[in-house]
């Protein structure tokens, strides 16, 4: 009989849902992999041989929280996978899970905020509920690091360093940019509300280096953006391999990714109600962290950063991908051993 793993990946933006799939499509090579997410994203994406339940993004609360219950009570899966969040997005996994003790429930522990944690009596929740608990990369400092089921691997990344196809061919081909011109990457991956201020930031940026090349990647193009400087590709990160200089948030994805890949990320934490995207940007030796407001004195450290980190850029840039960890492999075995 084919295992099959389910993963509750709820949560907006491409983040959830790209994590989500990184540990999917290394999994699914041996088994079935069924993902839970409500990222409106996920028709545009690549499934990466996994089968996604899409609970659309304007599905209210309470509707939202009884098609997850039908999807985990009538579904035959030998492993539940929950992302960031032990008694789901909207808590209605807290009368599910103790229901689900037959299956091997793993939690999959990103950084997440004391309040939340505090607010809901998460750890007694997660020593009740769940086998083991996965840190993806982020650390051995978060509220639940010290329980005995703690694992960590390296952080999670959609793609493999051998996978990645090489720096000339994506950006002739997806970024349209001359090999020789320096080149930033705007990063618009988080909530379809701020795509307006990452294209605001995109022209800023054109303008005030008109020597780079400026692209936004962003599934949709913003709305009076010119569409030569728009790239819609994912995964993101074969993108941002081949840029010179990222500018984003500083989600998961975009803060490891540019690590992975060893681009630098002039981070602006944007404020989430459960992710510490400040705490992220600032523990990462790849990010240079701006602040989360485009004040006018904001963007003069933006303009005097990128200038710095320009001044570094080799004009030819080994086309070679640098080797790394991708620690969604690693996953994978520890679960299986669950």
Not at 28 to 38: D, E, L
């Amino acid at each position: 009989m084919t295992k099959t793993w389910l993963i509750y990946a709820l949560g907006g933006g491409w983040g959830h849902l790209t994590r989500a799939l990184s540990l999917g499509r290394i999994a699914a090579i041996q088994r079935k992999v069924k993902i839970i997410t409500n990222s409106p994203y996920a028709q545009q994406i690549d499934n990466e041989g996994c089968f996604i339940y899409l609970i659309p993004e304007n599905t209210g609360v309470s509707e939202t929280c009884l098609q997850v219950r039908e999807i985990l009570y009538k579904t035959s899966y030998d492993r539940l996978i929950i992302d960031t969040f032990p008694r789901g997005l909207g808590g209605e996994l807290a009368d599910i899970l103790p229901k689900l003790h037959h299956i091997p429930q793993i939690l999959i522990h990103r950084d997440i905020n004391p309040r939340y944690v505090a607010a809901k009596k998460l750890r007694s929740f997660i020593i009740e509920n769940f086998d083991k608990v996965i840190v993806p990369g982020e650390g051995e400092d978060l509220p639940f690091c010290d329980l005995s089921m703690v694992q960590h691997t390296a952080p999670w990344l959609i793609r493999n360093c051998w996978e990645l196809p090489d720096r000339v061919t994506t950006r002739s081909r997806i970024l349209k940019v001359d090999q020789s011109v320096k080149t930033i990457l705007v990063c618009a991956a988080g909530k379809t509300s701020e795509l307006f201020f990452f294209a605001e930031l995109a022209l800023w940026l054109q303008q005030n280096f008109p020597d780079c090349a400026v692209r936004i990647l962003a599934p949709t193009c913003p709305r009076e953006f010119p569409q030569a400087l728009w790239v819609s590709h994912h995964p993101g990160i074969e993108c941002l391999a081949a840029a010179d200089i990222v500018v984003g948030g500083a989600g998961y994805n975009t803060v490891y990714e540019c690590a992975a890949v060893s681009v630098p990320l002039v981070a602006l934490p944007l404020e989430r109600l459960y992710d510490r995207q400040e705490r992220r940007a600032t523990k990462s030796n790849w990010v240079q962290n701006i602040g989360n407001a485009l004040s006018e004195n904001q963007l003069v450290r933006i303009h005097t950063t990128i200038n710095l980190l320009l001044d570094q850029v080799e004009t030819e840039k080994n086309s070679s991908v640098p080797f790394y960890i991708n620690g969604a492999v690693q996953a994978v075995e520890q679960i299986e051993q669950t």
